[in-house]
C-alpha cells in the first residue's frame, strides 16, 4: 500500500510516516515545500504523480487564538487546501482520511459527541475544520473522517511540555478544571489511522486516548508522574479569557470505533508514561 501523508514534519505527521513504514507500506511525506495545499494545480500534479492507494491529510492551520485575527489564511489552508485534495482524490477514486477536531461542536452540556451530531463550531478554528469536513463529504467518495482533541507528539509544542517549561521557574500554577475532555498521544493515534486506512469502514469517526478529564487532573498527573512538586490550584476559565472561545465539553464517544473493528486507544495516563519517557 502507498500512502501520501501531509503535514508530514508535524506531530501527527511524523507518527504517522513511522507506523507506516513499521508495516511495510510506502509513505510518502509532503510539507509545504513539496506541495502547498492552497495551490490546486500542484495539489492535483503531486498526489497524481505520486500514484498513491490513499491520502491521510494531517496539515492543518492550528493556531486557535491566532486564527481568530487571520480568518482568510486559516480558511484559506484548512477549508480550501482540504477542497484541492478531496477533489482530487474523488477524482482518483482514492482514499481519503482528514484529521478533524471536537472543535466542529459547540462544546455545551456533559454528553460525550457522537460522530453524526449536529455541527456547531464555537471559534474560526472550528469553523474552518468543519468547512473542510463538508467538502471531504461532497467531492472524496471513500472518505475517513477522523476527529481528534488535547494533542500531544514529540514535535512540536503541547500541553504536556508547557507544564514541564513552566515547572522549571514556577512551584505553583493555576489550570482551568471547566474545560473536560481526553489527550490523545499522537503515537497511538497513528497505530489506529493505519488500521482504518488499511480498511474500507469509510465514515465519520472519533479517536482520543481513553478517559475523561479536566485539564487540572491533566496538570495534576502530569507533575505527578514527573515526579515534580507542584502546588496545582484549580480555576475557571474566565480567569483565562482568550480570543477564541474553547470548549467547556470536548467528551467524544469513541463507540464507533469497536463497532467497526477498530482498537481504541490505550488510557491517557498510560499514553503519558510512555510520553514522559521519551522526552525526558
Same mark, same amino acid.
Given at each position: 500500500?502507498?500512502?501520501?501523508?501531509?503535514?508530514?514534519?508535524?506531530?501527527?505527521?511524523?507518527?504517522?510516516?513511522?507506523?507506516?513504514?513499521?508495516?511495510?507500506?510506502?509513505?510518502?511525506?509532503?510539507?509545504?515545500?513539496?506541495?502547498?495545499?492552497?495551490?490546486?494545480?500542484?495539489?492535483?500534479?503531486?498526489?497524481?504523480?505520486? @500514484?498513491?492507494?490513499?491520502?491521510?491529510?494531517?496539515?492543518?492551520?492550528?493556531?486557535?487564538?491566532?486564527?481568530?485575527?487571520?480568518?482568510?489564511?486559516?480558511?484559506?489552508?484548512?477549508?480550501?487546501?482540504?477542497?484541492?485534495?478531496?477533489?482530487?482524490?474523488?477524482?482518483?477514486?482514492?482514499?481519503?482520511?482528514?484529521?478533524?477536531?471536537?472543535?466542529?461542536?459547540?462544546? /455545551?452540556?456533559?454528553?460525550?459527541?457522537?460522530?453524526?451530531?449536529?455541527?456547531?463550531?464555537?471559534?474560526? %478554528?472550528?469553523?474552518?475544520?468543519?468547512?473542510?469536513?463538508?467538502?471531504?463529504?461532497?467531492?472524496?467518495?471513500?472518505?475517513?473522517?477522523?476527529?481528534?482533541?488535547?494533542?500531544? @507528539?514529540?514535535?512540536?509544542?503541547?500541553?504536556?511540555?508547557?507544564?514541564?517549561?513552566?515547572?522549571?521557574?514556577?512551584?505553583?500554577?493555576?489550570?482551568?478544571?471547566? /474545560?473536560?475532555?481526553?489527550?490523545? %498521544?499522537? %503515537?497511538?493515534?497513528?497505530?489506529?489511522?493505519?488500521?482504518?486506512?488499511?480498511?474500507?469502514?469509510? @465514515?465519520? %469517526?472519533?479517536?482520543?486516548?481513553?478517559?475523561?478529564?479536566?485539564?487540572?487532573?491533566?496538570?495534576?498527573?502530569?507533575?505527578?508522574?514527573? @515526579?515534580?512538586?507542584?502546588?496545582?490550584?484549580?480555576?475557571?476559565?474566565?480567569?483565562?479569557?482568550?480570543?477564541?472561545?474553547?470548549?467547556?465539553?470536548?467528551?467524544?464517544?469513541?463507540?464507533?470505533?469497536?463497532?467497526?473493528?477498530?482498537?481504541?486507544?490505550?488510557?491517557?495516563?498510560?499514553?503519558?508514561?510512555?510520553?514522559?519517557?521519551?522526552?525526558?
Amino acid at each position: 500500500m502507498k500512502v501520501l501523508v501531509t503535514g508530514a514534519k508535524g506531530q501527527l505527521g511524523t507518527d504517522v510516516m513511522n507506523e507506516l513504514a513499521k508495516r511495510g507500506y510506502e509513505g510518502i511525506g509532503v510539507d509545504v515545500e513539496e506541495m502547498d495545499i492552497t495551490d490546486a494545480a500542484k495539489v492535483k500534479e503531486v498526489i497524481t504523480a505520486a @500514484g498513491v492507494d490513499a491520502v491521510i491529510h494531517c496539515a492543518a492551520y492550528t493556531a486557535v487564538d491566532a486564527a481568530e485575527d487571520n480568518v482568510e489564511l486559516c480558511r484559506k489552508i484548512n477549508a480550501e487546501g482540504t477542497v484541492n485534495i478531496a477533489k482530487v482524490c474523488g477524482d482518483l477514486d482514492i482514499k481519503l482520511m482528514y484529521i478533524s477536531t471536537d472543535y466542529v461542536f459547540n462544546g /455545551q452540556g456533559t454528553r460525550p459527541w457522537e460522530p453524526d451530531d449536529k455541527r456547531e463550531p464555537l471559534n474560526v %478554528y472550528g469553523q474552518t475544520k468543519y468547512e473542510g469536513e463538508l467538502a471531504v463529504e461532497k467531492y472524496a467518495k471513500k472518505f475517513f473522517t477522523v476527529r481528534i482533541a488535547w494533542v500531544f @507528539g514529540v514535535n512540536g509544542k503541547n500541553f504536556i511540555k508547557t507544564m514541564l517549561q513552566l515547572a522549571e521557574n514556577h512551584d505553583a500554577l493555576t489550570v482551568v478544571d471547566d /474545560q473536560v475532555g481526553s489527550p490523545t %498521544y499522537t %503515537y497511538d493515534l497513528a497505530v489506529l489511522l493505519v488500521d482504518m486506512i488499511s480498511s474500507d469502514k469509510y @465514515g465519520r %469517526y472519533h479517536a482520543t486516548n481513553e478517559g475523561m478529564i479536566s485539564w487540572y487532573e491533566f496538570a495534576v498527573e502530569i507533575f505527578r508522574q514527573a @515526579g515534580i512538586e507542584m502546588k496545582v490550584t484549580p480555576v475557571s476559565s474566565e480567569m483565562y479569557p482568550a480570543k477564541a472561545k474553547r470548549p467547556s465539553n470536548s467528551r467524544m464517544s469513541k463507540d464507533k470505533l469497536e463497532e467497526n473493528g477498530f482498537n481504541r486507544l490505550p488510557l491517557w495516563q498510560d499514553a503519558l508514561k510512555r510520553y514522559l519517557e521519551i522526552i525526558k
